[in-house]
């Protein structure tokens, strides 16, 4: 944390001689629908382009217009970009929800308003900046239909001023937004943008601390959001078949790969596609026909969220069993279709571990940013491959939905890894082929694909009653066998799956350990650990599951670990309750976030000071 | 030991392909003796051996019950999938969406089709999945022991004598009414017109429904059932007297002109209608609907092929795939390059 975050708050509302800079948030509050994504967006990509940290975060509800959202930008010098629950600069457009809003904020904070709303009336600590949107839009834009629309961008240009944001910037991210094909639609509203400069120029004085300066801390970085980093390593991992069901917050996931395999899988001399993209009746139909289309061979995936894990839960069971790959991405969002669609969870995890019936075990990835989404999609198509078995890529609606600062992805260089695979020349080579035998001592036995053009290629798939030849049977000592070799394979993933990010501290008597969007807060508060408290802390970010041995190596190194996930029931720890000893597990505490915001840095130091007895 | 010259071995019959049967049957079947799905498999069986397919080439897809078990019983050199229940329609279609080569054939029961997968299945109609889709058709749920399925007839009586109320679902009115392309109706005790049927489906190019109604000889083959045998043989009404004519035989005309009807089908093979009673138009869906709903009121079973329509694009058409199967092309094919990515990623900046 920077000097400027623990100042007194007295110099917060102490005038413009003392400037907190690069490390504020600012909150637009608006009304679902009414087109301010596109002013959200530009104001969080012109201070990118300033070089400055940043993340973006948009808070909607269950609907398609008319209940308020609110999107939030956090820029921070020192590059902590997970959620800050303190809001510095409130842009309040909602009518519904602005008394409320400027009632939250802490003493010395900013708010531009719409005029009419009067907030300033409201409290006397706060800097009140009332803007009459109304009266400046009406000459920027003489056609009235268009106004609710260009009405939000003018916020834009006022924070720009009272900000300090280079207005080149703004016009970059502008009309990089609005792409060469609605130049006309970036006129309209960059005429919007310089009135709102206009206006605070020659309105509004400057009384708040908080301002944005140069840097240079995301030279060559990219803006994206996690859903559409998943669909780029999607089709850059070779996937061929995508069947889903719509849902929020997976639904972009698959648009996204749609759009990309348009662009990029066609072939440019026939226009014939390289891909199958079929919008199934339900989740059911969905991952049916990937378990289909895998098993005769394509690189297959479905997205989902927990509602539709939930429907998919027999065909991952018979996916295991019978041994066949499939990615599913989980994008996990709190609990059933009326509880909160919109907000976000680390919620499957348990559930998804064990889906399905019978003894029955899945690998899962648990990408943390936009780079992972990428490169662990690519992962999970060689890994589901390579293991014949259903793999799960676990993010998230933070993640996935929301923008985020990322480094560029890299080229994926490494040939596909599709496992072991017969072909009829192979079977030339082989006295004899047994589906489900061990040749290699991993567990994983070696398959064909339907239509190998071989006497010996074919078997009969069924889920669990088979022997090593896929023949029939229901034998006690087949089944054992049979999943006593699945354990084994299971086994074999820990020393395959991606290894966990380890960060041992030798002082460190204490642990915490993370997966996925978690690691932004926790990151930052092992900073705030340290600096209000003097505590070193070693950090280990598990990026999936089967855990591998550095989990617990790195739990005995430690005298107390702290475990911090984001849902009610610990679902993380739960697994390892599963696997570790005794000594090991008397070792583990949990913090837990389930409010469905981001989780954000205080909340996890917070809660670890208590329960340290700091 | 005495010296005796073993006689020549006499020549193995063969298809036109120089297969013998045996690549086209499958293991021992498990199902009671009797049961009607036995005998469509052996149907299939020789069918697919008639017809001189590579076996490898096929994909055998079920769901679960007795009937799904059936494909372990044919086509030995097939990949098969015995799947989940009523969930047949949807990993068959993912398998032919990796490789649009493989020539489907899926076997379901009534309990797949008409209840826990009525969902799949119409959806499957709807996308006109190019595969041959067999119903075996009971009337009950044969493995779980006899409960009524959704394609009892009003008015049934189960075994312990439980009548069923209810209306019963008409698979072929479904596919029809959804999107198949080709509907039929069959009995498994009707070899000649069964494997006429089946033949005609193969070669069709598009989604092949058959309903054939296949008496379950444990829980639904007595008095007061309409899908017994006794009652079958009773109540079949056949459309028209069919011949299958593959692409490679001649056509030799043994019919009358006007008394038949000539169907070709997307392979060049040809299918004739040889008129009974009725003149009857195979490619009008308004008469076939008709037909199966006059049929259903006098109590009779109407069977042969109810709808054909030979036009409509398939799933796979309307993807415009690449000619080769998606599960196998090469990483350039499927790999953007480097420049794709790097472009991209200039956009993002
Ligand atoms: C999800 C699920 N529910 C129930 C069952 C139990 N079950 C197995 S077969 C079957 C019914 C089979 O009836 P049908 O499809 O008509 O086939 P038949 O045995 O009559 O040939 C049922 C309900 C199951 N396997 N899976
Ligand atoms: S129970 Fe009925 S359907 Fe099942 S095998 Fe026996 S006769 Fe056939
Ligand atoms: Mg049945």
Known sequence: ?614 | MSTVVAPPPAPKKVNRIGLEVLPYRGAKTTLCAGCGHNSISERIVEVFYELGIEPWTVAKMSGIGCSSKTPAYFLSQAHGFNSVHGRAPAVSTGALLANKNLRGIVVTGDGDTASIGIGQFVHMLRRNVPLTYIIENNGVYGLTKGQFSATADRGSKQKSGVINDMQPIDCCLLGIELGATLVARSFSGDKKQLSTILKACISHKGLAVVDVISPCVTFNDHEGSTKSYSYVKDHETALHELSYVPYYEEIQIDMAEGETRDVTLHDGSHLRLKKLDRDYDPTNKYEALNAIHQAEDKGEVLTGILYVEQKRDTLLDMLNLVDEPLATLPVERVRPGREALDMIMEELR
């Open chain 1, 1 to 614: 944390m920077s000097t400027s975050e623990v100042s007194p708050v007295a110099s917060r509302t102490g005038g413009p001689s003392y400037r907190v800079v690069n490390d504020w948030s600012i909150q637009v509050a608006t009304v679902n629908g009414s087109g301010s994504q596109t002013a959200n967006s530009v104001l969080m990509r012109s201070i990118f382009q300033m070089g400055v940290p940043v993340s973006g975060k948009n808070l909607f509800p269950s609907n398609i217009a008319g209940l308020p959202t609110w999107f939030t930008i956090r820029a921070n010098k020192n590059g902590w970009i997970g959620r800050k629950k303190e809001i510095d600069f409130l842009i309040a457009m909602n009518p519904e929800t602005a008394r409320e809003d400027v009632l939250k904020l802490q003493e010395g904070a900013a708010v531009v308003y719409d005029e009419p709303l009067k907030l300033n009336e409201l409290r006397s600590d706060l800097h009140f900046y009332p803007v009459p949107f109304d009266k400046i839009v009406a000459p920027v834009c003489p056609d009235a239909k268009l106004r609710k629309l260009v009405k939000n961008i003018i916020y834009d240009g006022v924070v720009a001023h009272l900000l300090g944001i280079d207005l080149e910037e703004m016009r970059k991210a502008l009309y990089k937004q609005f792409g060469a094909r609605k130049a006309k639609a970036a006129e309209l509203n960059w005429n919007a943008i310089l009135a709102g400069k206009k206006f605070a120029e020659e309105n509004l004085e400057k009384k708040d601390p908080f301002s944005v300066e140069r840097m240079d801390e995301t030279k060559g970085k990219i803006i994206i959001d996690g859903n559409a980093a998943a669909a780029l390593g999607c089709v850059f991992a070779g996937c061929t078949v995508v069947t889903w069901y719509p849902i929020t917050p997976s639904s972009s996931l698959v648009e996204s790969t749609i759009g990309y395999f348009k662009r990029l899988r066609i072939d440019k001399a026939t226009g014939k596609a390289s891909f199958a993209v079929v919008q199934a009746e339900d989740e059911l139909a969905a991952v049916g026909m990937v378990i289909g289309a895998s098993w005769a061979g394509a690189r297959a995936m479905t997205s989902t969220s927990g509602p539709g894990i939930s429907l998919m839960a027999e065909f991952v069971g018979l996916g295991y069993y019978a041994e066949i790959p499939a990615v599913i991405f989980d994008v996990q969002r709190v609990g059933p279709s009326t509880g909160l669609p919109t907000r976000t969870m680390q919620g499957d995890l348990l559930s998804t571990a064990l889906l399905s019936h019978g003894d029955t075990r899945h690998p899962m990835f648990f990408p943390s940013s936009p780079a992972e989404c990428f490169t662990m999609a690519g992962d999970a198509f060689d890994f589901a491959e390579q293991f014949q078995t259903p793999v799960f890529v676990m993010t998230d609606l933070d993640l996935g939905m929301n923008n985020w600062m990322a480094d560029p992805f890299e080229y994926p260089t490494a040939p596909l890894n599709r496992g072991k695979v017969l072909t009829a020349e192979d079977l030339d080579k082989v006295a004899e082929f047994a589906r489900y035998r061990d040749v290699d001592g991993d567990g994983v036995p070696y398959r064909t694909l339907p239509g190998t053009a071989h006497p010996k290629a074919a078997y009969f798939t069924r889920g669990s009653g088979h022997n090593d030849k896929a023949a029939y049977t229901e034998r006690e000592d087949d089944y054992v066998n049979n999943v006593d070799r699945l354990s084994r394979k299971f086994e074999t993933m820990r020393s395959w799956v991606p290894q966990p990010e380890v960060l041992v501290n030798e002082k460190a008597k204490i642990g915490i350990i993370c997966c996925g969007t978690s690691r932004y807060a926790v990151e930052e508060s092992r900073d705030q650990i340290m600096r209000e408290y003097g505590i070193e802390t070693s950090y280990l970010r598990l990026k999936a599951y089967p855990f591998t041995s550095a989990l617990l190596d790195f739990i005995n190194q430690h005298d107390r670990v702290y475990i911090v996930e984001q849902n009610r029931d610990a679902q993380l720890m739960a697994l390892m309750r599963l696997e570790f000893p005794v000594d090991a597990l008397a070792k583990l505490r949990s913090i837990k976030y389930y409010g469905g915001m981001p989780l954000d840095a205080r909340t996890v130091t917070t809660d670890f000071v208590t329960q340290e007895g700091l």
